[in-house]
């Protein structure tokens, strides 16, 4: 089994980029692998993504630089299981908010006696070797998403749980916790606050922490703040904010309503 290059940066501390792929759809993901991202998040949280979707965007994805990812839609063990075992190098889960939450999460995610992931994983064992179940543990990337205020509070009884490659932060649904205003690099003062406590809370146990961004301004900006594993925007946002960007430049445009 080939090392996940992903684990390999941040464990050297260097920044992972990659992005969300919430079409499900293997061309996007087939053309967006050729940039040289280090991951790709296959997004089956928010859309109209199944695994027999995802199965063909990891065949796009397979060959490229890009390491297949998955946020899985909820911190639920057995859908867990079957995204590890059509083949996903990470697992991003949503929500946690406690450190049951974190233990539960990374537990699915690594074979006894570490965690409680069944066996059974035939893709895998196919495309990625027959010695999959041996090393899997170690380079499955398990990243766990903060984004609620009340998981803020606890970051440090989370931060206890072992196993944690990743904390990422989810800037709108914290805000939407928050009860302000949403938006992707947030500047509300009790945003900004409640994003550093998370990072010094990871940075002081030398846990790579990243957040999700709008643009590669943004990821530039956390990079230097000190964060690791960004993903910029989305297919679906950034085909969508292309067509506006040339659609503008045409003054006789006038768009139908
Ligand atoms: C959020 O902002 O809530 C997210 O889940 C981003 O991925
Ligand atoms: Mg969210």
């Known amino acids: 089994m080939k090392k996940n290059q992903v684990k390999v940066k941040l464990k050297n501390n260097i920044p992972s980029i990659g992005t969300w792929v919430s079409t499900g759809d293997p061309f996007v993901c087939e053309v967006i692998s050729r940039l040289g991202l280090d991951w790709i998040t296959i997004d089956l949280e928010h859309n109209a993504v199944d695994f027999s ?4 965007c990891f065949r796009a994805l397979q060959g490229s630089s890009s390491a297949p990812f998955v946020r899985v839609p909820w911190n639920d063990r057995q859908v867990i299981k079957r995204v590890l075992d059509i083949g996903a190098m990470g697992i991003v889960i949503p929500d946690i908010k406690d450190p049951e939450d974190a233990l539960n999460a990374v537990s699915a995610c690594r074979y006894p006696p570490v965690g409680l ?11 990625y070797g027959d010695d999959y179940y041996q090393k899997a543990n170690d380079e499955i990337c398990v990243v766990l998403m903060i984004e609620d205020i009340k998981a ?3 970051i440090e009884d989370i931060l206890n749980v072992s196993g944690i490659d990743v904390i990422f932060i989810g800037p709108n649904d914290l805000a939407s916790s928050m009860g302000i205003t949403l938006g992707m690099d947030n500047n509300n003062p009790e945003h900004k606050e409640a994003v550093n406590k998370v990072y010094q809370a990871c940075a002081n146990r030398g846990i790579p922490m990243g957040i999700h961004c709008g643009d590669g301004k943004e990821v530039e900006k956390r990079i230097k703040e000190g964060m690791r594993w960004m993903p910029i925007a989305s297919d679906v946002r950034l085909l969508k904010s ?4 040339e659609l503008k430049k045409i003054s006789s445009f006038d768009a139908i309503s």
């Open 117 to 127: 992931r069944g066996i059974g994983a035939s893709r895998p064992n196919t495309v």
């Open 53 to 56: 979707q995802l199965v063909h």
């Open 242 to 245: 292309s067509f506006e960007e």
């Open 152 to 154: 803020v509070e606890k």
